[in-house]
Protein backbone atom coordinates (compact mmCIF):
# COMPACT_ATOMS: atom_id res chain seq x y z
CA UNK A 1 0.00 0.00 0.00
CA UNK A 2 2.85 2.27 0.94
CA UNK A 3 4.64 1.92 -2.15
CA UNK A 4 1.62 2.46 -4.13
CA UNK A 5 0.64 5.54 -2.91
CA UNK A 6 4.51 6.29 -3.40
CA UNK A 7 3.88 5.64 -6.77
CA UNK A 8 0.69 7.75 -7.15
CA UNK A 9 2.02 10.52 -5.73
CA UNK A 10 5.25 11.14 -7.79
CA UNK A 11 2.60 10.89 -11.51
CA UNK A 12 2.89 14.36 -12.30
CA UNK A 13 5.85 15.09 -11.53
CA UNK A 14 7.33 11.57 -14.01
CA UNK A 15 5.06 12.85 -16.92
CA UNK A 16 6.57 16.49 -16.99
CA UNK A 17 10.03 14.50 -16.98
CA UNK A 18 8.80 12.26 -19.76
CA UNK A 19 7.13 14.54 -21.80
CA UNK A 20 6.56 17.36 -20.29
CA UNK A 21 7.54 20.63 -22.57
CA UNK A 22 11.17 21.78 -22.24
CA UNK A 23 10.93 25.29 -21.71
CA UNK A 24 8.10 24.51 -19.03
CA UNK A 25 10.79 21.25 -17.58
CA UNK A 26 13.63 24.42 -17.71
CA UNK A 27 11.50 27.19 -15.74
CA UNK A 28 10.35 24.40 -13.38
CA UNK A 29 14.22 22.37 -12.82
CA UNK A 30 16.65 24.59 -13.89
CA UNK A 31 15.31 28.26 -12.52
CA UNK A 32 15.22 26.26 -8.89
CA UNK A 33 18.44 24.85 -9.24
CA UNK A 34 20.21 27.95 -10.88
CA UNK A 35 18.70 29.59 -7.46
CA UNK A 36 20.08 27.39 -5.33
CA UNK A 37 23.33 27.83 -6.35
CA UNK A 38 23.42 31.43 -6.29
CA UNK A 39 22.05 31.29 -2.87
CA UNK A 40 25.37 29.33 -2.04
CA UNK A 41 27.80 31.88 -3.74
CA UNK A 42 25.90 34.31 -1.76
CA UNK A 43 26.64 32.36 1.56
CA UNK A 44 30.12 32.84 0.87
CA UNK A 45 29.66 36.36 -0.93
CA UNK A 46 27.92 37.45 2.57
CA UNK A 47 30.91 36.85 4.72
CA UNK A 48 33.51 37.79 2.53
CA UNK A 49 31.17 41.02 1.88
CA UNK A 50 30.82 42.17 5.16
CA UNK A 51 34.20 41.09 7.20
CA UNK A 52 35.56 43.03 3.91
CA UNK A 53 34.01 46.41 5.67
CA UNK A 54 35.96 46.03 8.77
CA UNK A 55 38.89 47.08 5.94
CA UNK A 56 40.90 43.45 7.87
CA UNK A 57 42.45 42.34 4.40
CA UNK A 58 44.00 39.91 6.92
CA UNK A 59 40.29 38.78 7.91
CA UNK A 60 39.37 38.20 4.25
CA UNK A 61 42.23 36.29 3.44
CA UNK A 62 41.65 34.13 6.20
CA UNK A 63 37.83 33.19 5.23
CA UNK A 64 39.43 32.59 2.18
CA UNK A 65 42.00 30.36 3.28
CA UNK A 66 39.73 28.49 4.99
CA UNK A 67 37.26 27.83 2.32
CA UNK A 68 39.03 24.58 1.27
CA UNK A 69 38.17 22.35 4.37
CA UNK A 70 34.93 23.84 4.06
CA UNK A 71 34.34 22.96 0.43
CA UNK A 72 35.74 19.51 1.29
CA UNK A 73 33.00 19.35 4.03
CA UNK A 74 30.51 19.93 0.87
CA UNK A 75 32.32 17.88 -1.58
CA UNK A 76 31.20 14.84 0.88
CA UNK A 77 27.74 15.90 1.24
CA UNK A 78 28.01 16.26 -2.44
CA UNK A 79 28.96 12.27 -2.48
CA UNK A 80 25.56 11.55 -0.79
CA UNK A 81 23.20 14.21 -2.21
CA UNK A 82 24.01 13.90 -5.76
CA UNK A 83 24.92 10.34 -5.79
CA UNK A 84 21.90 9.94 -3.75
CA UNK A 85 19.90 11.77 -6.41
CA UNK A 86 20.91 10.06 -9.46
CA UNK A 87 20.14 7.22 -7.89
CA UNK A 88 16.22 7.83 -7.00
CA UNK A 89 15.95 9.21 -10.58
CA UNK A 90 17.18 6.40 -12.18
CA UNK A 91 15.01 4.28 -9.97
CA UNK A 92 11.91 6.83 -10.72
CA UNK A 93 12.60 5.67 -14.54
CA UNK A 94 12.24 2.19 -13.48
CA UNK A 95 9.21 2.18 -11.32
CA UNK A 96 11.55 1.04 -8.27
CA UNK A 97 9.65 3.21 -5.50
CA UNK A 98 10.88 0.48 -2.24
CA UNK A 99 14.19 0.82 -3.59
CA UNK A 100 14.34 4.65 -3.28
CA UNK A 101 13.30 5.02 0.55
CA UNK A 102 16.45 2.36 1.22
CA UNK A 103 18.82 5.11 -1.17
CA UNK A 104 17.51 8.35 1.13
CA UNK A 105 17.61 6.77 4.64
CA UNK A 106 21.22 5.76 3.12
CA UNK A 107 22.35 9.33 2.43
CA UNK A 108 20.82 10.92 5.45
CA UNK A 109 22.33 8.91 8.02
CA UNK A 110 25.33 8.74 6.17
CA UNK A 111 25.53 12.68 6.16
CA UNK A 112 24.97 12.76 10.29
CA UNK A 113 27.73 10.12 10.34
CA UNK A 114 30.34 12.03 8.05
CA UNK A 115 29.35 15.30 10.01
CA UNK A 116 30.67 14.03 13.05
CA UNK A 117 33.64 11.84 12.11
CA UNK A 118 35.02 15.82 10.57
CA UNK A 119 34.01 17.45 13.46
CA UNK A 120 35.97 14.74 15.52
CA UNK A 121 38.95 14.98 13.45
CA UNK A 122 39.53 18.95 12.64
CA UNK A 123 38.72 20.12 16.37
CA UNK A 124 42.16 18.53 17.33
CA UNK A 125 44.00 18.83 14.45
CA UNK A 126 43.86 22.89 14.06
CA UNK A 127 46.68 24.29 14.13
CA UNK A 128 48.44 21.51 11.59
CA UNK A 129 45.20 22.13 9.85
CA UNK A 130 45.71 25.66 9.30
CA UNK A 131 49.15 25.58 8.55
CA UNK A 132 48.20 23.22 5.69
CA UNK A 133 45.90 25.50 4.56
CA UNK A 134 48.54 28.62 4.02
CA UNK A 135 47.83 30.53 6.74
CA UNK A 136 50.74 32.67 8.63
CA UNK A 137 51.20 34.45 11.37
CA UNK A 138 48.51 37.44 10.75
CA UNK A 139 46.06 34.97 9.20
CA UNK A 140 46.31 31.75 11.43
CA UNK A 141 44.01 32.98 14.55
CA UNK A 142 41.49 34.17 11.89
CA UNK A 143 41.22 30.69 9.99
CA UNK A 144 41.32 28.79 12.82
CA UNK A 145 38.52 30.68 14.80
CA UNK A 146 36.15 30.39 11.62
CA UNK A 147 37.16 26.77 11.10
CA UNK A 148 36.68 25.97 14.34
CA UNK A 149 32.62 26.95 14.25
CA UNK A 150 32.10 25.33 11.02
CA UNK A 151 33.56 21.74 12.38
CA UNK A 152 31.13 22.07 15.21
CA UNK A 153 28.19 22.37 12.93
CA UNK A 154 29.44 20.09 10.58
CA UNK A 155 26.93 17.61 10.73
CA UNK A 156 24.10 19.92 10.48
CA UNK A 157 25.86 21.19 7.36
CA UNK A 158 26.65 17.98 5.70
CA UNK A 159 22.60 17.03 6.35
CA UNK A 160 21.87 20.97 4.46
CA UNK A 161 24.06 19.67 1.17
CA UNK A 162 22.18 15.98 1.40
CA UNK A 163 18.50 16.51 1.53
CA UNK A 164 17.51 19.07 -0.83
CA UNK A 165 19.98 17.20 -3.36
CA UNK A 166 17.36 14.38 -2.83
CA UNK A 167 14.15 15.67 -3.23
CA UNK A 168 15.44 17.76 -6.41
CA UNK A 169 15.14 13.81 -7.49
CA UNK A 170 11.43 13.45 -8.70
CA UNK A 171 11.18 17.29 -9.92
CA UNK A 172 10.68 18.91 -6.45
CA UNK A 173 12.99 21.32 -7.07
CA UNK A 174 11.10 24.18 -5.63
CA UNK A 175 10.66 23.17 -1.90
CA UNK A 176 14.71 22.61 -2.59
CA UNK A 177 15.39 26.56 -3.88
CA UNK A 178 12.82 27.61 -0.63
CA UNK A 179 14.76 25.55 1.96
CA UNK A 180 18.10 27.49 0.66
CA UNK A 181 16.36 30.73 0.15
CA UNK A 182 15.15 30.85 3.80
CA UNK A 183 18.65 29.94 4.85
CA UNK A 184 20.32 32.91 2.79
CA UNK A 185 18.09 35.40 4.28
CA UNK A 186 18.80 34.70 7.73
CA UNK A 187 22.40 34.01 7.15
CA UNK A 188 22.80 37.54 5.17
CA UNK A 189 20.81 39.20 8.04
CA UNK A 190 23.06 37.59 10.65
CA UNK A 191 26.50 38.75 9.24
CA UNK A 192 26.22 42.35 10.21
CA UNK A 193 25.06 41.53 13.42
CA UNK A 194 27.11 39.50 14.96
CA UNK A 195 30.33 40.28 12.52
CA UNK A 196 30.10 44.25 12.42
CA UNK A 197 27.56 45.21 16.13
CA UNK A 198 28.74 42.58 18.37
CA UNK A 199 32.05 42.59 17.42
CA UNK A 200 32.99 38.93 16.79
CA UNK A 201 34.39 38.77 13.37
CA UNK A 202 35.18 35.79 11.29
CA UNK A 203 33.48 33.47 14.04
CA UNK A 204 30.30 35.82 13.64
CA UNK A 205 30.65 34.72 9.95
CA UNK A 206 30.52 31.15 10.75
CA UNK A 207 28.06 31.29 13.24
CA UNK A 208 25.79 32.68 10.82
CA UNK A 209 26.55 30.47 8.13
CA UNK A 210 26.03 27.24 10.68
CA UNK A 211 22.66 29.14 12.39
CA UNK A 212 21.06 29.32 8.52
CA UNK A 213 22.25 25.98 8.21
CA UNK A 214 19.78 24.98 10.83
CA UNK A 215 16.96 26.75 9.86
CA UNK A 216 17.33 25.17 6.37
CA UNK A 217 17.66 21.92 7.84
CA UNK A 218 13.84 22.24 9.77
CA UNK A 219 12.16 23.45 6.49
CA UNK A 220 13.98 19.94 4.93
CA UNK A 221 12.65 18.32 7.52
CA UNK A 222 9.19 19.87 7.46
CA UNK A 223 8.96 18.88 3.71
CA UNK A 224 9.91 15.08 4.41
CA UNK A 225 7.19 14.41 6.66
CA UNK A 226 4.51 16.63 4.96
CA UNK A 227 5.42 16.29 1.14
CA UNK A 228 7.71 13.76 0.46
CA UNK A 229 6.33 10.41 0.73
CA UNK A 230 8.59 8.86 -1.71
CA UNK A 231 11.31 9.57 0.65
CA UNK A 232 12.27 7.98 4.13
CA UNK A 233 14.96 8.81 6.74
CA UNK A 234 13.72 6.33 8.97
CA UNK A 235 16.71 3.93 10.42
CA UNK A 236 14.29 1.02 9.78
CA UNK A 237 14.72 1.77 5.76
CA UNK A 238 18.34 2.24 6.12
CA UNK A 239 19.84 -0.46 3.93
CA UNK A 240 23.62 -1.26 3.95
CA UNK A 241 23.39 -3.66 1.00
CA UNK A 242 26.13 -3.13 -1.70
CA UNK A 243 23.49 -2.27 -4.27
CA UNK A 244 22.52 0.70 -2.02
CA UNK A 245 25.58 1.65 -0.95
CA UNK A 246 27.54 1.01 -4.23
CA UNK A 247 25.23 2.76 -6.62
CA UNK A 248 25.03 5.98 -4.09
CA UNK A 249 28.71 5.96 -3.51
CA UNK A 250 29.22 5.56 -7.43
CA UNK A 251 27.34 7.94 -9.06
CA UNK A 252 28.48 10.79 -6.17
CA UNK A 253 32.22 10.60 -7.09
CA UNK A 254 32.27 12.29 -9.94
CA UNK A 255 31.11 15.64 -8.62
CA UNK A 256 32.43 15.04 -5.21
CA UNK A 257 35.78 14.15 -6.45
CA UNK A 258 35.82 17.43 -8.07
CA UNK A 259 34.70 18.77 -5.65
CA UNK A 260 37.61 17.70 -3.26
CA UNK A 261 40.02 18.10 -5.71
CA UNK A 262 38.82 21.54 -6.15
CA UNK A 263 39.39 22.30 -2.63
CA UNK A 264 43.36 20.41 -2.97
CA UNK A 265 43.69 22.97 -5.69
CA UNK A 266 42.52 25.94 -4.09
CA UNK A 267 44.98 25.07 -1.02
CA UNK A 268 47.74 24.84 -3.48
CA UNK A 269 46.93 28.03 -5.37
CA UNK A 270 46.48 30.00 -1.55
CA UNK A 271 50.03 28.79 -0.57
CA UNK A 272 51.60 30.04 -3.58
CA UNK A 273 49.60 33.17 -3.56
CA UNK A 274 50.15 34.04 0.06
CA UNK A 275 53.93 34.96 -1.52
CA UNK A 276 52.94 37.91 -2.45
CA UNK A 277 51.24 38.64 0.52
CA UNK A 278 47.67 38.62 2.07
CA UNK A 279 46.59 41.31 -0.50
CA UNK A 280 46.80 39.35 -3.28
CA UNK A 281 44.61 36.40 -1.97
CA UNK A 282 42.04 39.01 -0.52
CA UNK A 283 41.86 40.17 -4.06
CA UNK A 284 41.65 37.07 -6.06
CA UNK A 285 39.24 35.91 -3.31
CA UNK A 286 36.79 38.96 -4.02
CA UNK A 287 37.27 38.20 -7.69
CA UNK A 288 36.55 34.51 -7.53
CA UNK A 289 33.45 34.82 -5.44
CA UNK A 290 31.93 37.38 -8.31
CA UNK A 291 33.27 35.16 -11.01
CA UNK A 292 31.01 32.12 -9.16
CA UNK A 293 28.18 33.62 -10.12
CA UNK A 294 28.84 33.03 -13.91
CA UNK A 295 29.99 28.93 -12.72
CA UNK A 296 27.23 28.44 -10.40
CA UNK A 297 24.26 29.40 -12.70
CA UNK A 298 25.62 27.45 -15.53
CA UNK A 299 25.86 24.20 -13.14
CA UNK A 300 22.62 25.01 -12.12
CA UNK A 301 21.29 25.25 -15.51
CA UNK A 302 23.01 21.72 -16.07
CA UNK A 303 22.25 20.43 -12.68
CA UNK A 304 17.95 21.35 -12.66
CA UNK A 305 17.88 19.03 -16.26
CA UNK A 306 20.06 16.18 -14.57
CA UNK A 307 16.43 14.19 -13.09
CA UNK A 308 15.08 14.79 -16.47
CA UNK A 309 18.33 13.07 -18.18
CA UNK A 310 18.76 9.99 -15.87
CA UNK A 311 15.17 9.57 -16.01
CA UNK A 312 15.03 9.28 -20.02
CA UNK A 313 18.17 7.65 -19.76
CA UNK A 314 16.84 5.00 -17.30
CA UNK A 315 13.42 4.87 -19.47
CA UNK A 316 14.99 4.57 -22.37
CA UNK A 317 14.17 7.39 -24.22
CA UNK A 318 16.34 8.14 -26.87
CA UNK A 319 14.30 10.75 -28.72
CA UNK A 320 14.03 12.67 -25.40
CA UNK A 321 16.94 12.60 -24.10
CA UNK A 322 18.86 13.91 -27.19
CA UNK A 323 16.55 16.81 -26.91
CA UNK A 324 16.53 17.59 -23.56
CA UNK A 325 21.11 17.64 -24.07
CA UNK A 326 20.64 19.51 -27.28
CA UNK A 327 18.62 22.23 -25.68
CA UNK A 328 20.64 22.53 -22.35
CA UNK A 329 24.21 22.80 -23.48
CA UNK A 330 22.59 26.06 -25.75
CA UNK A 331 20.80 27.69 -22.74
CA UNK A 332 23.99 26.81 -20.44
CA UNK A 333 26.69 28.55 -23.41
CA UNK A 334 24.16 31.50 -23.88
CA UNK A 335 23.50 32.30 -20.08
CA UNK A 336 27.32 31.92 -19.65
CA UNK A 337 28.11 34.42 -22.53
CA UNK A 338 25.39 36.92 -21.06
CA UNK A 339 27.01 36.55 -17.42
CA UNK A 340 30.08 37.56 -18.67
CA UNK A 341 29.33 40.43 -20.40
CA UNK A 342 27.35 42.00 -17.59
CA UNK A 343 30.23 41.62 -15.23
CA UNK A 344 32.67 42.98 -17.59
CA UNK A 345 30.79 45.77 -17.78
CA UNK A 346 29.84 46.65 -14.10
CA UNK A 347 33.61 45.26 -12.93
CA UNK A 348 34.22 48.07 -11.19
CA UNK A 349 30.73 48.57 -9.24
CA UNK A 350 31.10 45.01 -8.48
CA UNK A 351 34.66 44.95 -6.74
CA UNK A 352 34.04 48.44 -4.92
CA UNK A 353 30.95 46.79 -3.34
CA UNK A 354 33.47 44.52 -1.49
CA UNK A 355 36.77 46.74 -0.84
CA UNK A 356 37.69 49.79 -1.37
CA UNK A 357 41.28 49.26 -0.63
CA UNK A 358 43.29 51.00 -4.03
CA UNK A 359 45.79 47.89 -3.68
CA UNK A 360 43.44 44.77 -3.00
CA UNK A 361 41.14 46.44 -6.16
CA UNK A 362 43.97 46.63 -8.58
CA UNK A 363 44.80 42.79 -8.13
CA UNK A 364 41.08 42.36 -7.99
CA UNK A 365 40.40 43.84 -11.26
CA UNK A 366 42.72 41.34 -13.28
CA UNK A 367 41.64 38.41 -11.17
CA UNK A 368 37.93 38.97 -12.29
CA UNK A 369 38.47 39.46 -16.05
CA UNK A 370 40.21 35.74 -15.16
CA UNK A 371 37.40 34.49 -13.87
CA UNK A 372 34.76 35.99 -15.95
CA UNK A 373 36.10 35.18 -19.28
CA UNK A 374 35.60 31.65 -19.27
CA UNK A 375 32.07 31.92 -18.77
CA UNK A 376 31.55 30.85 -22.45
CA UNK A 377 33.35 27.63 -22.39
CA UNK A 378 31.54 26.45 -18.63
CA UNK A 379 28.65 25.47 -20.11
CA UNK A 380 30.71 22.88 -23.29
CA UNK A 381 32.06 21.13 -20.11
CA UNK A 382 29.62 21.33 -17.29
CA UNK A 383 27.01 19.94 -19.58
CA UNK A 384 29.29 16.85 -20.35
CA UNK A 385 29.87 15.77 -16.70
CA UNK A 386 26.48 15.96 -15.94
CA UNK A 387 25.18 14.11 -18.85
CA UNK A 388 28.04 11.56 -17.82
CA UNK A 389 26.62 11.17 -14.63
CA UNK A 390 23.26 11.39 -15.04
CA UNK A 391 23.39 7.79 -17.49
CA UNK A 392 25.28 6.54 -14.87
CA UNK A 393 28.44 6.20 -16.25
CA UNK A 394 30.61 7.03 -13.16
CA UNK A 395 33.83 5.88 -14.22
CA UNK A 396 33.95 8.42 -17.38
CA UNK A 397 31.94 11.28 -15.45
CA UNK A 398 34.89 11.25 -12.62
CA UNK A 399 37.69 11.59 -15.80
CA UNK A 400 35.98 14.45 -17.21
CA UNK A 401 35.12 16.23 -13.23
CA UNK A 402 38.95 15.78 -12.34
CA UNK A 403 40.48 17.42 -15.55
CA UNK A 404 39.36 21.09 -14.76
CA UNK A 405 39.97 20.99 -10.61
CA UNK A 406 43.06 18.87 -10.81
CA UNK A 407 44.52 17.15 -13.33
CA UNK A 408 44.97 20.05 -15.49
CA UNK A 409 44.88 22.74 -13.41
CA UNK A 410 47.47 21.88 -10.43
CA UNK A 411 50.81 21.08 -13.13
CA UNK A 412 49.17 24.37 -15.04
CA UNK A 413 49.30 26.39 -12.06
CA UNK A 414 53.19 25.82 -11.38
CA UNK A 415 53.39 26.01 -14.95
CA UNK A 416 52.48 29.16 -15.20
CA UNK A 417 53.63 30.48 -12.02
CA UNK A 418 57.31 29.71 -13.07
CA UNK A 419 56.66 31.81 -16.25
CA UNK A 420 54.57 34.78 -15.49
CA UNK A 421 54.57 34.45 -11.58
CA UNK A 422 51.31 36.15 -9.80
CA UNK A 423 49.74 36.82 -12.63
CA UNK A 424 50.57 33.32 -13.93
CA UNK A 425 48.69 32.11 -11.17
CA UNK A 426 45.77 34.12 -11.88
CA UNK A 427 45.11 33.21 -15.21
CA UNK A 428 46.13 29.49 -14.86
CA UNK A 429 42.43 28.70 -14.22
CA UNK A 430 41.24 30.58 -17.35
CA UNK A 431 43.51 28.46 -19.42
CA UNK A 432 42.53 25.05 -17.81
CA UNK A 433 39.11 25.66 -18.34
CA UNK A 434 39.33 26.20 -22.26
CA UNK A 435 41.80 22.78 -22.25
CA UNK A 436 39.06 20.99 -20.03
CA UNK A 437 35.98 22.02 -22.06
CA UNK A 438 37.58 21.16 -25.31
CA UNK A 439 38.90 17.05 -23.96
CA UNK A 440 35.51 16.60 -22.38
CA UNK A 441 33.55 17.65 -25.79
CA UNK A 442 35.78 14.95 -27.35
CA UNK A 443 35.52 12.60 -25.07
CA UNK A 444 31.63 12.79 -24.55
CA UNK A 445 30.79 13.34 -28.33
CA UNK A 446 32.66 9.75 -28.62
CA UNK A 447 30.28 8.33 -25.97
CA UNK A 448 27.56 9.77 -27.09
CA UNK A 449 28.08 8.46 -30.61
CA UNK A 450 28.41 5.26 -29.24
CA UNK A 451 25.22 5.35 -27.35
CA UNK A 452 23.28 6.24 -31.13
CA UNK A 453 24.79 3.27 -32.58
CA UNK A 454 23.22 1.24 -29.67
CA UNK A 455 20.38 3.14 -29.82
CA UNK A 456 18.20 0.77 -32.13
CA UNK A 457 17.76 -1.48 -28.68
CA UNK A 458 16.39 1.51 -26.97
Given at each position: MRQKQASSGATANE???????????????????????LVMVLYHMA??????????ANKVAAVTLASPLFSILSGLGVLLGNGGCTAISLALGKGEYGRIKNISAFAVWG?????????????????????????????????????????????????????????RAD????????????????????DPLLISVFGMGVSGAAIATVAANVVSLCYYAWFLHAKGKIYSISPRDLSMRKDVVWTVLSLGLPMSCATVLGSVSSTVVNNLMMQYGSVAVAGQSVAGRIGQMISMTVMGVCMGM?????????????????????KTTGLAVVAGTVLFALC????????????????????????????????????????????????GKSTQAIIV?????????????????????????????????????????VFCY???RKELRNASHW
Open positions: EMLRSGDFWTLARRLCVPAILIMDVFFIGQTGDAIAIGVVFAVIVLPLMGPICKLLGANAETRAFTAEYLRVIAIGAPVIMLTNVVPALIGSTTDSMIGNMLGTVLNIALQPAISYNYSARNHRRLTEILMLIFRDQLLNAFLDDPNVLGIGRVCLLASIVIGPFFGFYQICTTYLQASSLLEKGIVYIPMVFLMNALFRMYGIIFAATVTTVLSAVAALKDY
